[in-house]
């Protein structure tokens, strides 16, 4: 798809569930963003060692929060804060990764605190996340999810979802990544009920 060919990019609306809002980072939010991923970097840094080795202190933070909102403007990557209604706490995020070819499909990748884990929100901000990825202007024709094996919690969200497993992939670099990773599909045909 030509660079004039693509959608313009979604308005930054928020996207509200029964208990969360899901919403595009704001500056004001840097601080909240820090805190979660320096308190918990050990825990996140094998499913997200760029965003931890990015965020190591308050600047960049603010860096990176900034970086998502040109990342958004660009349609390179929407990513949303995820937040609870009633108390305002921030939970984690959420962001859709789009791939602009002929037949759009996007990576789907989610974290929440651990505080916040175990209480069905990666379910209800994933539901979020795949109504927003197969409207338009995304329109997304597939979303995937990769969960490594050693976060069984992750995988049970996307099929509890209605992603389907994929056959394991052969590895091209066996030393890079020492976990296994399921890979998940759910197509625009056969979307959330």
Same mark, same amino acid.
């Given at each position: 798809?030509?660079?004039?060919?693509?959608?313009?990019?979604?308005?930054?609306?928020?996207?509200?569930?029964? *208990?969360?809002? =899901? #919403? %595009?980072?704001? &500056? !004001?939010?840097? /601080? +909240?963003?820090? @805190?979660?991923? $320096?308190?918990? *970097?050990?825990? =996140? #840094? %094998?499913?997200? &060692? !760029?965003?931890? /080795? +990015?965020?190591? @202190?308050?600047? $960049?933070?603010?860096?990176?929060?900034?970086?998502?909102?040109?990342?958004?403007?660009?349609?390179?990557?929407?990513?949303?804060?995820?937040?609870?209604?009633?108390?305002?706490?921030?939970?984690?995020?959420?962001?859709?990764?789009?791939?602009?070819?002929?037949?759009?499909?996007?990576?789907?990748?989610?974290?929440?605190?651990?505080?916040?884990?175990?209480?069905?929100?990666?379910?209800?901000?994933?539901?979020?996340?795949?109504?927003?990825?197969?409207?338009?202007?995304?329109?997304?024709?597939?979303?995937?999810?990769?969960?490594?094996?050693?976060?069984?919690?992750?995988?049970?969200?996307?099929?509890?979802?209605?992603?389907?497993?994929?056959?394991?992939?052969?590895?091209?670099?066996?030393?890079?990544?020492?976990?296994?990773?399921?890979?998940?599909?759910?197509?625009?045909?056969?979307?959330?009920?």
């Amino acid at each position: 798809m030509s660079i004039a060919a693509l959608p313009l990019a979604p308005a930054r609306t928020p996207l509200l569930t029964a *208990r969360l809002v =899901l #919403r %595009p980072y704001e &500056p !004001t939010d840097t /601080a +909240a963003f820090f @805190t979660v991923i $320096d308190q918990e *970097r050990e825990r =996140l #840094r %094998p499913a997200f &060692p !760029t965003r931890v /080795a +990015a965020v190591q @202190t308050l600047a $960049d933070a603010r860096q990176v929060v900034a970086a998502y909102t040109q990342d958004w403007h660009t349609r390179r990557l929407f990513v949303f804060g995820i937040w609870h209604r009633s108390t305002g706490a921030y939970l984690g995020d959420i962001s859709l990764r789009p791939t602009w070819h002929r037949e759009v499909t996007a990576e789907i990748g989610y974290y929440l605190s651990a505080t916040a884990e175990g209480q069905g929100y990666a379910y209800e901000a994933l539901a979020a996340a795949v109504a927003f990825g197969f409207q338009a202007p995304l329109g997304a024709a597939r979303l995937t999810i990769r969960c490594y094996a050693t976060n069984p919690r992750s995988s049970v969200v996307a099929e509890r979802a209605g992603f389907q497993r994929l056959p394991a992939r052969p590895r091209l670099w066996p030393l890079r990544t020492p976990a296994e990773i399921h890979y998940y599909s759910l197509s625009s045909a056969n979307p959330i009920e």
